[in-house]
């Protein structure tokens, strides 16, 4: 995962001499791992000129369409701000080059619920443009999630309803009612009275932190004029599927 953000003067940005990237978008640690269970991902400068960057941990969440949500480390209540170490807190790469940045945790042993944070990897840059100088800023996330044993994997579908959106959808929100981070994928399925399928269409998968809900949307698809039921069938991975319905009038 690459979170970019340019931030320029009085220009559009551009494509920077110097680039960074990560091997890894998401980590998981293990509290109950012996000693610190240090894990690690790798810097790698692809661009072509000697590049610095800073290091250091975020938080983060995202609200019920998806949208990431950044903030100070140690703002959010699920942060892992107290718990994860990184080093180094500083690269300095020649082009072409890569160095490890390690990950550990201090105090997390008795850790009873999962946290998670975000490590930022950033560098800044000047460059030129038209005979003007302009400065950019790139930020590359790589989650950490640190997640004790044995916690339940559980959610259900809370709310469905069909929504007018310049088009009609049907939205489903669904809530993680368990206790570590889930990864969701499903269908709607259109049904007739006799309980035929007039039509389906596939969830595509999405991510939900615990206690968190998320709402997504599937286009209504062409019916004959009738009621129907619109099913959803959610799989979290869990020792059930999560199911909602709502009923749908097609003009």
């Known amino acids: 995962m690459r979170l970019a953000a340019f931030v320029v003067t009085g220009l559009l940005p551009l494509p920077a001499a110097a680039q960074l990237a990560v091997d890894q978008a998401e980590v998981f ?29 975020g938080d983060w969440d995202r609200r019920e369409n998806g949208e990431h949500r950044f903030l100070p480390s140690g703002t959010l209540p699920r942060s892992c701000a107290r718990y994860v170490r990184v080093f180094p807190l500083a690269l300095r790469l020649p082009a072409r080059a890569s160095q490890a940045v390690r990950i550990g945790l201090e105090g997390a042993d008795s850790l009873a619920a ?34 004790p044993p044995g916690l339940p994997k559980d959610g259900e579908v809370t709310d469905m309803a069909v929504r007018q959106t310049g088009r009609r959808d049907v939205e489903v929100a669904f809530e993680n009612t368990g206790g570590v981070p889930l990864w969701v994928h499903g269908s709607i399925e259109f049904r007739r009275s006799d309980n035929s399928v007039a039509a389906s269409d596939t969830l595509p998968e999405f991510p939900v932190l615990p206690g968190a809900v998320r709402r997504v949307q599937a286009s209504l698809p062409r019916l004959a004029r009738g009621r129907y039921l619109a099913l959803a069938l959610l799989d979290f991975g869990g020792a059930e599927v999560a199911a909602g319905q709502v009923q749908v009038e097609a003009p």
């Open 29 to 57: 640690l293990d509290p109950r791992t012996p000693g610190r269970g240090v894990v690690s991902f790798t810097v790698t400068n692809e661009g072509d000129r000697v590049t610095e960057a800073a290091i250091y941990l």
């Open 114 to 147: 999962a946290c998670w944070s975000v490590i930022f990897v950033e560098s800044r840059g000047p460059q030129k443009s038209g005979g003007r100088q302009i400065s950019y800023v790139t930020r590359i996330g790589v989650k950490v999630y640190v997640v």
